[in-house]
């Protein structure tokens, strides 16, 4: 799970290492990608969302 | 390589900021605390981009030329590097947050327009500024005053050529003064750089902004939205003034336009409509229908021996009243006061040969506004 969030993480920031993406796309199922990356797309935004309440203060 | 290049980049700062300053390159400085705010954070960012500049095209420049192929360079041929991306990805991300927090609150302050001790409403229009001060009963509207002569060459330009007005708006310093912006015909834009306000105004729509300024003095910008062919002509002049001066201007403007409102009643000689009907003409009329009521087709019809106008009384005043609808003519029921519209009527329809002897009454027009 760890590895997966820390590949969303990396597509986040558009950089990842070879290595881990053969890795990725080997042994991984796509939708727990998606689904992760949704996931971590919400936190982003509630982060945004967050950040704009406190400096509108 | 040992540059002393903290000792360069403070030379060159200091050298081409006031140069910069003085050519009229940058952007002013300003008369309010905001509009320092603003000088303030344009110039850190444009540093920030200067420092990056350099090391970025210094590193490119550099690499060129160390590893040039004349001096038989042969180049590196690994693929990735992750620690090197995520570093280039980082360093971004944390110049654009360091950016983004002293813009925010930059923002912020222009952005609060509470507590304001004065509110002005800036209306646009083909091709005037409309300003009205709310609460106050004091409007009128500012007209460029560079005479026609000067723009057609016939005439010297004059020192604030295309940027003088008839009647500037005048604000108190040291007041937060709440400006509610909007237009009356199409997107208009009321830009004082001096200010740091540049604010569109929109037809439909209340835009709003303020200014506390801090010095007297006079200020000149431009309509910054091209608006139609008298685009550039429509200049906006501030006169800031000391509070005090402010208050008696303020009650004397008030006293003229109650004196205005009061020569509705009265019977007026032709004389004198003719001579206010014609500064009338000149600041409103003449961009379009033009000097000598000439005209300018297709869209401005003449109005020196125009038939049609000369024998229907009533279709004239009603169109200088309302307007025409799906024509350039626009209403001047609210820009212009009863006074003011009798006696341009009556000009138009006596000067230039037109030679009707018609007089209009300012009570009749009231009357026609009223329906
Ligand atoms: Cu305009």
């Known amino acids: ?57 | 390589m040992h540059l002393p290049w903290r000792w360069l980049l403070t030379i060159t700062c200091a050298v081409s900021c006031s140069q910069a300053q003085a050519n009229g390159w940058n952007m002013p400085v300003g008369v309010t605390d905001l509009s320092r705010d603003i000088y303030n954070l344009h110039m850190t960012i444009f540093w920030i981009c200067v420092v990056i500049g350099l090391i970025v095209f210094g590193a490119m420049f550099y690499s060129l030329y160390r590893y040039r192929h004349a001096k038989g360079a042969k180049p590196a041929n690994f693929h990735e590097n992750t620690t090197v991306e995520v570093l280039w990805t980082a360093i971004p991300i944390l110049i654009l947050i360091g950016m983004a927090v002293p813009a925010t609150a930059t923002l912020k302050k222009m952005y609060d327009t509470s507590d304001a001790d004065l509110d002005v409403m800036i209306i646009g229009q083909q091709w005037r500024w409309r300003y009205e001060y709310l609460g106050e009963d004091v409007a009128f509207n500012s007209n460029m005053s560079t005479p026609w002569e000067q723009i057609h060459g016939e005439e010297e330009h004059g020192e604030h050529y295309l940027l003088d007005v008839d009647e500037p708006l005048v604000l108190p310093i040291n007041r937060k003064v709440r400006f509610l912006m909007t237009a009356d015909d199409v997107i208009h834009s009321w830009w004082v750089p001096e200010l740091a306000v540049k604010q569109d105004t929109i037809p439909g729509f209340i835009n709003e902004n303020w200014v506390k300024i801090n010095e007297p003095g006079i200020y000149r910008g431009q309509c910054a939205e091209l608006c139609g062919v008298n685009h550039g002509f429509m200049p906006v002049v501030v006169h800031a003034m000391e509070e005090e001066e402010f208050d008696s201007w303020l009650a004397e403007r008030k006293e003229a336009q109650e004196q205005e409102a009061m020569g509705v009643d009265r019977e007026w000689e032709l004389d004198d409509l003719m001579a206010r009907g014609e500064s009338v003409y000149r600041a409103i009329c003449s961009s379009c229908h033009q000097s000598e009521g000439q005209g300018a087709l297709p869209a401005f019809p003449a109005l020196a021996n125009n038939q049609p106008m000369i024998d229907d009384f009533d279709w004239h005043l009603d169109v200088v009243i309302n307007g025409v609808s799906g024509a350039a003519m626009p209403a001047f029921r609210s820009t212009l006061n009863p006074v003011e519209l009798a006696a341009v009527v009556t000009y138009t329809r006596n000067a230039w040969g037109n030679d009707t002897g018609d007089v209009v009454q300012p009570a009749l027009v009231a009357e026609k506004i009223a329906q």
């Open chain 1, 1 to 57: 799970m760890w590895s997966v969030v820390k590949s969303v993480l990396a597509a986040l920031i558009g950089v990842q290492s070879n290595v881990k993406r053969q890795q990725d796309f080997s042994s991984g199922k796509p939708l727990i990608f998606i689904v992760t990356a949704i996931v971590i797309t919400l936190v982003f935004v509630l982060i945004l969302v967050g950040v704009a309440l406190v400096a509108a203060r």
